[in-house]
């Protein structure tokens, strides 16, 4: 049976028609795994089974770096349950890879929220509100659908609310959203979390078997990026 903890885009769509926009911050059902044993197994890489090569537009930091992006929605009660174990993971990652979150719309309904992640990203702002914007959602219930609602969450969590808004219509916020999207599809992503690996892997709950069984799988991901440029140097 397909792992079901998997926020898709034809799930959402479904909720959209039968209880309205409102519907798309219901919590779902989350299927757990393993995470101490699942994180830290070694695992075999296979092309187009635990993992899929996509083309983007995203580069690769100019130091040599390896980037590796969550791609998330804050409404995604599956990407919260993730949180933990990636935060755990993303402390024991080598020095030379980049972790960043990395918000996409996949839908109209899904870019308020992203909007604000690229806010709060561009003020500086993003450690301070990230985890508690997950948790307000998710734990606390608030359910920010209106910029003015999405700027009183933000305020209440200490951020400028003026500052909020003017960043949040920005054309700076809006071409991020935008490009987010552009890479969100021609990565393939039809939900979230899926985890993007220098904007050429791609990696998601159904290719692993569960959620917390990506992390693996990028980390054998990046020792074979990393091992391809000792080999050319």
């Known amino acids: 049976m397909p ?4 926020f898709r885009l034809g799930f959402l769509l479904r909720r959209w028609f039968e209880l309205g926009l409102l519907g798309i911050f219901l919590a779902l059902p989350v299927a757990h795994a393993a995470p101490t044993a699942t994180a830290s197994a070694p695992v075999t890489l ?14 690769p930091p100019t130091d040599g770096k390896i980037l590796v992006q969550e791609m998330f929605w804050y409404g995604c009660p ?7 174990a990636l935060d755990a993971w993303r402390k024991t990652l080598p020095a030379y890879v980049d972790f ?3 918000a996409v719309p996949l839908t ?5 929220l992203t ?7 561009f003020m500086g702002v993003l450690p301070q509100t ?18 003015d609602q999405i700027a009183d969450m933000y305020a209440d969590l200490g951020v400028d609310r003026d500052k909020f808004l003017q960043m949040y219509d920005s054309f700076g916020v809006d071409n991020a959203v ?21 904007g050429k892997y791609l990696v998601n709950g159904d290719m692993a078997g569960s959620n917390e069984a990506m992390l693996p799988i990028v980390d054998a991901l990046i020792a074979r990026i990393e091992a391809e440029k000792k080999a050319k140097s």
Do not use: M
Not at 130 to 147: A, E, G, Y
Not at 178 to 198: C, E, F, H, S, Y
């Open 108 to 112: 109209p309904g899904w870019v308020p």
């Open 130 to 147: 990230h985890l508690q914007v997950f948790n307000d959602i998710h734990v606390k219930n608030i359910r920010p659908v209106t910029r």
């Open 178 to 198: 935008r490009q987010a999207g552009v890479v969100a599809q021609d990565a393939g992503v039809t939900g979230v979390p899926a985890i993007l690996v220098n």
């Open 46 to 59: 296979k092309e187009n089974v635990n993992y899929r090569v996509v083309i983007t537009d995203v580069t």
């Open 100 to 102: 960043e979150p990395y």
């Open 3 to 6: 792992f079901s903890g998997f």
């Open 115 to 121: 909007k604000a992640f690229y806010a709060a990203k």
């Open 78 to 84: 599956h990407c919260f349950h993730l949180e933990p």
